[in-house]
């Protein structure tokens, strides 16, 4: 169980702050649930319920800053899952998407990346269906990160991107 003022991921909905754990009445039934206030979403309250397994799965805590850094440096080794069949993609990806984690997350990211890298070569695009997942996960994954790290999401991908470059030029110093 969490505690009030617990940093979470919660779903598609994002980074979000536990604001409290209170008993409240919906549809005549009085059930006890985590209020939460998304980060990047001032105006919105999300109630979910303490007791319910499958909201409870879809909500973990946030990564320390020592675990976004080690996870950053392991995007080099994330497989690339592309799947040619364009329906089962979508479906793949898109329970990725909703079900999936930040491992999940970053496989989407990284696969499709590649992916627009390689039609990119060839003066091709993605399938918007793609790019919109592409989209989505990435918000997700750089909110947390944005969080996590005190920064603006729009900074994110740069700094990424410089981190992965700083590691790559110590790797070739080392050899």
């Known amino acids: 169980m969490f505690e009030a003022g617990t940093m979470v991921?919660?779903?598609?909905?994002?980074t979000c702050r536990i604001?409290?754990?209170a008993e409240k009445r919906f549809f005549g039934q009085k059930r006890t649930y985590y209020i939460l206030?998304?980060?990047?979403?001032?105006?919105?309250t999300i109630y979910v319920?303490?007791?319910?397994?499958?909201?409870?799965r879809r909500m973990w805590r946030t990564l320390s800053r020592e675990e976004v850094e080690h996870m950053i440096e392991k995007i080099p080794?994330?497989?690339d899952t592309w799947i040619a069949d364009d329906k089962e993609r979508k479906e793949t990806f898109q329970?990725?998407?909703t079900q999936g984690g930040r491992k999940e997350l970053l496989t989407l990211i990284t696969t499709i990346y590649h992916q627009k890298q390689r039609l990119t070569r060839r003066g091709r695009k993605l399938h918007s269906s793609d790019e919109q997942i592409f989209r989505a996960a990435e918000k997700l994954?750089?909110?947390?990160?944005?969080?996590?790290l005190d920064m603006d999401e729009k900074q994110v991908q740069s700094y990424i991107s410089r981190r992965l470059k700083e590691k790559n030029s110590a790797g070739s110093a080392d050899n």
Do not use: R, S, T, W
Not at 9 to 14: C, E, H, L, S
Not at 141 to 148: P, R, S
């Open 37 to 44: 206030k998304p980060v990047h979403d001032q105006e919105a």
């Open 9 to 14: 991921v919660y779903g598609k909905n994002g």
């Open 19 to 21: 604001e409290e754990i």
């Open 141 to 148: 994954l750089y909110d947390e990160i944005a969080v996590v």
């Open 77 to 79: 080794d994330v497989q």
């Open 95 to 97: 329970k990725m998407l």
């Open 49 to 56: 319920p303490v007791d319910n397994e499958e909201a409870g």
